[in-house]
């Protein structure tokens, strides 16, 4: 294998890892904001307990996702250098603004937050929670716009002189209709991530007995945020399938293998036959359904992959425009299919939790627990489909990706930063991994005793609750 396929298993391996933590920690930031929102609007301790216990969660979570984070922005210097000198201009803008404002905002507040129990007034306090949950969302945007920018490439010029992208319009690359529809799209699935989090490990203790006043509560806002989460999943990803269409239409050919042009054109639930779809034995199909996806209409022509390769051919010059069709098929179903079931799960969860009751069914449980990992495996499929869709571009329509890895960057040193990254991250899993079970299993803080007025200090400093 050459430098340019270790550098791209690189950044691959690295910016799914990183991404398992990233709507985790959006969506649990936006449920802790609510819990506590609910604890100061009503009173209620168990809201207090709930926050308490999944904020120590989200911390742990936020922490892993800073730490894997922080790579990502050395890889652009060390594999892709031609690429960083190409888009630097334009590409550093959003970066630079998501570091300088939205991360500091995020963390500033944090920090406050961790260290202001019982220390600042209470809706002071919530406000810190709220304006980090608001860093995050910020944090999210921002980096979106970057990456729809290679995705549609806008408001900039090339210089031939110095062979450079140049930023013109920044506002056209803040408002980006492909920044727009992946940040709608990736903060439901946000919501949808943390809700199926909470929904397992309350689950977990529900089953176990473990304070039900606490988990009963989270089980149910989580089943409601997962529904609703899904819906803007749905409607979200309609919207980015026909930006996507318009945009890249080889990526939506590929997503169904479709080599001739096609109308009405139907889509494929599943398939079997050869992995690129050439030759086709047995599929389940729905009729129209992907001249939809693509258009908006049941009847509309959804152009092949033979016409988009011929087209791009004429366009750009001779190559090979096609993506790995095989990937690019199998992770588009497999990232739909990992959200039907956590919608269906929410549905189900909220018929068998309706009106007081408490289901005692071992299935429902043993589902809902194993649940955990449906979030993370359709976010990676859709981060998946979304790269790997893009080749041979790493700016679609600008710059190939085998004209941005770094010249002087040998296959051996490649290899040696993947092995390395690797085994320090399979290092940092296990640490969250444990981390993350033990607290889980330590369950929320106890209630708080009622005060003994005969033994009053009013001297005694109030307790301080610490992560």
């Known amino acids: 294998m050459s430098a340019l396929e270790w550098a791209r298993w690189q950044f ?24 506590q929102t609910a604890w100061v609007r009503t009173g209620n301790e168990k809201y207090l307990r709930m926050t308490k216990f999944w904020g120590k969660l989200f911390l742990i979570n936020f922490a892993m996702g800073v730490v894997t984070g922080i790579v990502q922005e050395f890889q652009f210097g060390m594999n892709w250098s031609d690429y960083s000198a190409f888009v630097g201009d334009v590409f550093g803008a959003p970066l630079a603004i998501e570091g300088l404002l939205a991360f500091f905002l995020e963390s500033t507040f944090l920090g406050l937050w961790i260290f202001g129990w019982d220390r600042l007034p209470q809706r002071l306090h919530l406000t810190c929670i709220w304006l980090a949950a608001i860093g995050t969302v910020l944090s999210a945007y921002f980096i979106l716009a970057a990456n729809s920018w290679m995705q549609h490439p806008v408001g900039y010029r090339f210089n031939p002189e110095s062979g450079r992208a140049e930023l013109t319009d920044f506002g056209a690359v803040l408002t980006n209709n492909t920044a727009l529809g992946a940040f709608a799209h990736t903060i439901t699935a946000a919501m949808v991530t943390a809700g199926i989090f909470v929904v397992a490990i309350s689950a977990w203790q529900l089953r176990r007995g473990t304070a039900p006043e606490v988990f009963r509560p989270s089980m149910r806002l989580a089943l409601v945020t997962v529904l609703i989460g899904s819906v803007g999943v749905v409607i979200s990803g309609d919207l980015q399938a026909k930006i996507m269409t318009d945009q890249q239409p080889m990526k939506m050919a590929a997503a169904e293998a479709l080599y001739q042009t096609d109308a009405p054109a139907s889509f494929s639930v599943f398939t079997i036959g050869t992995l690129d779809g050439t030759e086709e034995v047995w599929s389940i199909r729905v ?181």
């Open 12 to 35: 691959g391996i690295i910016t799914v890892y990183h991404f398992i933590f990233v709507p985790l920690t959006i969506g649990l930031s936006l449920l802790v904001a609510g819990m």
């Open 287 to 467: 009729p129209g359904l992907l001249s939809y996806l693509a258009t908006g209409s049941f009847d509309a022509t959804v152009e092949g992959i033979n016409d988009i390769q011929a087209a791009e051919e004429q366009k750009y010059g001779p190559g090979d425009y096609r993506p790995n069709i095989p990937v690019t098929y199998w992770t588009f179903r497999l990232m739909i299919g990992f959200g039907a079931l956590m919608a269906l799960l929410s549905v189900v969860g909220l018929w068998v939790f309706r009106r007081g009751r408490t289901p005692t069914s071992r299935l429902f449980y043993a589902a809902a627990i194993a649940a955990v990992t449906l979030p993370f495996l359709a976010n990676s499929m859709g981060w998946i489909f979304t790269e790997m869709g893009r080749q041979p571009w790493v700016v679609y329509g600008v710059l190939k990706t085998a004209a941005g890895v770094s010249p002087i960057v040998s296959t051996g040193m490649v290899l040696t930063s993947l092995i390395a990254f690797t085994v320090l991250y399979g290092v940092l899993a296990v640490i969250d991994g444990m981390l993350m079970f033990r607290y889980a299993k330590a369950g929320p803080p106890p209630p708080a005793p009622p005060p003994d007025e005969s033994d009053v200090d009013q001297d005694r400093p109030a307790p301080v609750f610490a992560y």
